[in-house]
């Protein structure tokens, strides 16, 4: 992020565009993730206010199958570590090391739509089935959306990573540090998301 | 609309912009620039609001329908209600005069983000004219700007859906907005300014992002799930399908009571900066004034169900929020009386800009003295939905917000163009504002009280004497915006020159040049650790002060 303001006003200088406070980006996109979690705590409450205020027919009550979302739990989590990985590998300027844990990251983040996919085929239902069933796909499908996001992050991440010829270096890390917390957020929302929508 | 270019064309960072009056329609980074953009952009939407309106008063001169088909009205309230709450108050009482004052009061030359600053605004425009133009395809939407299903399920969905986009994409600028208040206020001051030596209005600004940042995502939150609705046939709303739509309002009303603070608490700083540099005192209880501010954000937030008093919720959540919600009535007294004491005593020059906030304090004190009372379970039962709430929120909202906003384009005139304005035609301004607003919306809390309800185009004709008496008010109202316009254009090119500070101000944005280089300040950015400072430093604004607050 740039500003047009030279710190000082010397007109015999070359001014070009500088910045003149310190970078404040990650503070912005925590921010943003904070509103982008209200978004998700507005879907919490309005799932756990149909649950208790709207029974479901008999016939809508489903058994859902636990291994899969225990299986995607288990990627996110890793994928996260993955990425964290990535970071100190960035910080100790091994772009390769940092470029193999970048792609061992979106090859989780992949993994996971993957089996969200798989998920969603062997469903016993459809998006308008009945209130569970939309908005059981809302959550997850609004979760997935994030992913999608994050995975493609992780792999434009990956590519100006490289070295020579990438961006992003030890000396610019904002890229990665953006979007490493962007992916921890994604990993926090999927695994309070498992806990209400699987396990409650 | 043309202002004087500030900055002589030597300056290197001048080349990154256009200058003069094309960089208004340009991707600028400034945020003077951005400021002015949500003004005027704000302005235009409030001359097409403010003419819909005339056509719902125009309609309701006489008690049947026959200014317009009853469809058309309910489109007509609809853009209405929606162009005003979001095009035009939040905008400008938050976009723009935050993005013009923000900056000088933190002593920085820009915004934390300018790039997303820009984007922010640049999001209004096409969203404004979406939802317009969606009168013109198949008719707009028609239920309110609550949008409640199942009645936004069942209307036409095309109107609804666009609708719903323009409002994400309002509510998307609303967050870009809040996210670099929040930044630019707690990150972006200067060293050795204190956060309890800022402008009251950097506190409004940080309350009111801070509410913008939580609640209207889950607007749009909700928002999607409508439209998912309207468009895939989901149910989650649609109690047919065994969908609930009491989480809906819990939902819709989680960010739509915020709002009105995001209209109004705003207001209230912009009223905190006006009133001591005409009274030529200290601003009364600053530390009063910051606690109540940040007690309002967080008592906003827990309030939202008093507006579905009649939704069929439970004895509790009644009783708990008719109780939070009369808390709120504690801060905003608090609020209400430091004005007058800053006022008590004062040498008040009764200019446009001083009449206009001690309008905005008369107005403010009745529409929430209806507030409290609404907030009462057994009285809100008997009037809600009729036009008793409909005078309740435009006392809110246009005897607060709107007054200030007028007030504020009065006080910072001088600085955004360089030239004054003229005091008589302002004068008359307010006169006509203020007899026509009360003219208008008085008399709607005694249509309330005997049963006539909002949103609907036809009345018992028992009714049609007050519905008279409101029109003229609303005529009243629509001709006062002619001297003003007047005014501002004239003044624009032949206004008398005001020089850096006219109104012998202390707060930064009164220590540079009017209007500002883009740099803001020639050189190192002066540093107020008392801005309101009056009455002992007056001779010199420009002297060191003791730091030492005096609020007596």
């Given at each position: 992020m740039t500003t047009i303001a030279p710190v000082e006003q010397s007109p015999e200088k070359e001014v070009t565009?500088?910045?003149?406070?310190?970078?404040f980006r990650l503070f912005g996109l925590a921010a943003f993730l904070v509103a982008d979690g209200m978004t998700f705590a507005g879907f919490f409450a309005a799932y756990l206010t149909f649950k208790a205020v709207n029974p479901l027919l008999p016939d809508a009550i489903y058994e859902l199958e636990l291994p899969l979302p225990t299986l995607n739990t288990v990627l996110l989590l890793v994928s996260s570590a993955t990425f964290h990985r990535a970071g100190q590998a960035l910080r100790k300027d091994n772009a390769m090391l940092c470029q193999r844990w970048l792609l061992i990251t979106a090859g989780l983040g992949l993994a996971f739509l993957a089996s969200q996919m798989v998920e969603y085929f062997t469903l016993?239902?459809?998006?308008?089935?009945n209130l569970y069933a939309s908005t059981f796909y809302a959550l997850t499908g609004f979760h997935g959306l994030h992913v999608t996001l994050g995975a493609l992050m992780i792999l434009i991440v990956w590519w100006q990573s490289?070295?020579?010829?990438?961006?992003?270096t030890s000396k610019n890390q904002f890229p990665l540090e953006a979007a490493e917390l962007y992916w921890h957020f994604v990993d926090g929302i999927w695994v309070i998301l498992f806990i209400i929508l699987y396990l409650l | 609309m043309i202002f004087a270019n500030?900055?002589?064309?030597?300056?290197?960072?001048?080349?990154?912009q256009p200058t003069g009056w094309l960089r208004y329609f340009?991707?600028?980074?400034d945020h003077k620039v951005i400021g002015l953009q949500y003004l005027i952009c704000g302005f235009i939407f409030y001359l097409i609001g403010g003419s819909l309106a005339s056509a719902i008063r125009v309609e309701l001169t006489?008690?049947?329908?026959?200014?317009?088909?009853r469809d058309v009205y309910n489109q007509v309230l609809t853009l209405h209600g929606t162009i005003m709450i979001f095009l035009w108050i939040v905008p400008v009482v938050n976009g723009a005069f935050g993005n013009y004052l923000i900056p000088f009061y933190v002593g920085?030359?820009?915004?934390?983000f300018p790039r997303l600053n820009a984007v922010a605004f640049w999001l209004i425009p096409p969203a404004g004219l979406m939802l317009i133009s969606s009168y013109f395809i198949?008719?707009?939407?028609?239920?309110?700007?609550?949008?409640?299903p199942p009645l936004s399920i069942t209307t036409p969905a095309t109107g609804q859906i666009i609708w719903i986009i323009s409002v994400l994409l309002l509510g998307g600028s609303s967050i870009f907005g809040g996210i670099n208040f929040i930044a630019t206020i707690?990150?972006?001051?200067?060293?050795?300014?204190k956060l309890m030596q800022l402008p009251m209005y950097c506190w409004a600004m940080l309350g009111t992002s801070i509410l913008v940042v939580l609640s209207t995502p889950v607007l749009a939150g909700t928002l999607i799930l409508l439209s998912f609705d309207i468009v895939?046939?989901?149910?989650?709303?649609?109690p047919s399908m065994g969908g609930n739509v009491i989480v809906y309002q819990h939902l819709f009303w989680f960010y739509s009571h915020p709002a009105v603070y995001i209209m109004v608490l705003p207001a209230f700083g912009l009223v905190s900066e006006i009133l001591p540099v005409h009274c030529r005192?200290?601003?009364?209880g600053y530390t009063t004034m910051v606690y109540s501010i940040m007690a309002i954000v967080g008592l906003g937030l827990v309030v939202w169900a008093h507006h579905m008093f009649?939704?069929?919720?439970p004895p509790w959540m009644r009783l708990f929020f008719t109780i939070a919600t009369s808390f709120i009535a504690v801060p905003t007294g608090i609020k209400f009386f430091n004005w007058v004491a800053t006022l008590w005593g004062g040498k008040i020059s009764l200019n446009s800009a001083v009449l206009f906030s001690c309008g905005f304090i008369i107005n403010f004190v009745l529409g929430g003295i209806t507030g409290v009372a609404l907030a009462q379970v057994p009285f809100d039962v008997h009037v809600?939905?009729?036009y008793f709430v409909v005078a309740h929120f435009h006392y809110i909202v246009y005897g607060g917000s709107v007054f200030v906003i007028f007030s504020s384009i009065y006080h910072w005139y001088p600085k955004f163009t360089g030239r004054m304005l003229n005091e008589n035609i302002g004068r008359l301004h307010f006169v006509l504002t203020f007899i026509g607003f009360n003219l208008c919306f008085a008399p709607q809390h005694w249509l309330g009280l005997n049963g006539m309800p909002r949103r609907v185009a036809e009345y018992d004709p028992q009714f049609t004497f007050v519905n008279q008496l409101s029109s003229a008010g609303a005529l009243l109202m629509a001709l006062s915006t002619l001297p003003f316009l007047w005014n501002v254009i004239n003044s624009a090119m032949n206004g008398p020159i005001a020089g850096d500070n006219p109104w012998r101000?202390?707060?930064?944005?009164?220590?540079?040049?009017?209007?500002?280089p883009v740099e803001n300040w020639e050189g190192k950015a002066p540093l107020v650790?008392?801005?309101?400072?009056?009455?002992?430093?007056?001779?010199?604004?420009?002297s060191p002060n003791d730091g030492e607050r005096d609020t007596k």
């Open positions: 565009q500088i910045e003149d406070h310190a970078d016993p239902f459809g998006l308008t089935d490289r070295s020579p010829g990438g961006r992003i | 500030p900055s002589s064309p030597e300056k290197t960072s001048e080349r990154l340009s991707f600028s980074l006489s008690p049947i329908s026959d200014f317009m088909a920085a030359r820009d915004m934390a198949t008719g707009a939407a028609e239920s309110g700007w609550t949008a409640y707690l990150k972006l001051r200067q060293p050795g300014l895939a046939h989901t149910g989650f709303f649609n005192k200290p601003l009364f009649t939704s069929g919720t809600h939905d009729t101000a202390l707060t930064p944005e009164w220590l540079t040049s009017s209007p500002p650790n008392e801005p309101y400072g009056y009455g002992r430093s007056t001779k010199n604004p420009k």
